[in-house]
């Protein structure tokens, strides 16, 4: 299973593409940082980087793209660069008819080192320990983006399915602690939204 991993940024956008065997053994294919310059018009930053996810996802042909679920953040400048990038990446896997998965960072960092709070340090450490690496890939962006590849293909497998979400019809049992807590901030969400609805 081919799996191409996006750690989403504006400014630096990692991108990792890795091979994954049933018996979860895994070979890098590529690894890369899409820059785009903080002084050029965003319109022309989002197609620098879009550009270069859709040759990466042509030139590779993934069955799968995993990309990291975005949560808010104290920088909202930061927040909305990444949720940007992400949309584009949505865009561009489903054009291409790829199953998507959003991850956690907790998911992450759970897949790869068994620890859901580990370091970025850590992380880096594991990825190139599981792909046979010299050294950790640098910078962070590229070593999230194999941690969030090889999370998906392990979590998924060979098939390369998405992971269910709040309206799936999975039984709670069935999901990691992680995602248990995503899928109540959801419910949690929506109701809000119909107690809103309702007092208006």
């Not at 191409?4 to 018996?23: A, M």
């Not at 996802?57 to 104290?74: G, N, S, T």
């Not at 690496?133 to 941690?147: H, K, R, S, V």
Request: contains cysteine; positive net charge.
């Amino acid at each position: 299973m081919r799996v191409l991993g996006i750690d989403p940024g504006l400014t630096r956008c990692g991108v990792g593409i890795v091979d994954v065997e049933p018996d979860r053994t895994a070979k890098l294919v590529e690894v890369t940082v899409i820059r785009s310059s903080p002084d050029a018009p965003l319109e022309r930053r989002l197609l620098e980087v879009g550009d270069g996810i859709a040759g990466l996802l042509d030139r590779h042909k993934p069955a799968a793209v995993a990309i990291e679920r975005v949560f808010a953040q104290h920088n909202l400048r930061t927040v909305m660069g990444t949720a940007q990038i992400s949309g584009v990446a949505l865009h561009l896997s489903a054009q291409r008819g790829l199953a998507v998965g959003l991850h956690t960072p907790s998911e992450v960092k759970a897949a790869i080192t068994g620890y859901g709070s580990a370091d970025k340090r850590q992380v880096a450490a594991m990825v190139a320990r599981i792909l046979g690496l010299d050294a950790p890939p640098t910078p962070a962006d590229a070593a999230d983006a194999l941690a969030l590849a090889l999370c998906h293909a392990w979590r998924t497998g060979v098939s390369g399915g998405t992971l269910p979400t709040a309206g799936a019809a999975v039984d709670d049992a069935e999901l990691t602690p992680a995602q248990k807590a995503w899928r109540a901030a959801e419910r949690n969400a929506r109701g809000s939204v119909v107690r809103r609805s309702l007092e208006r």
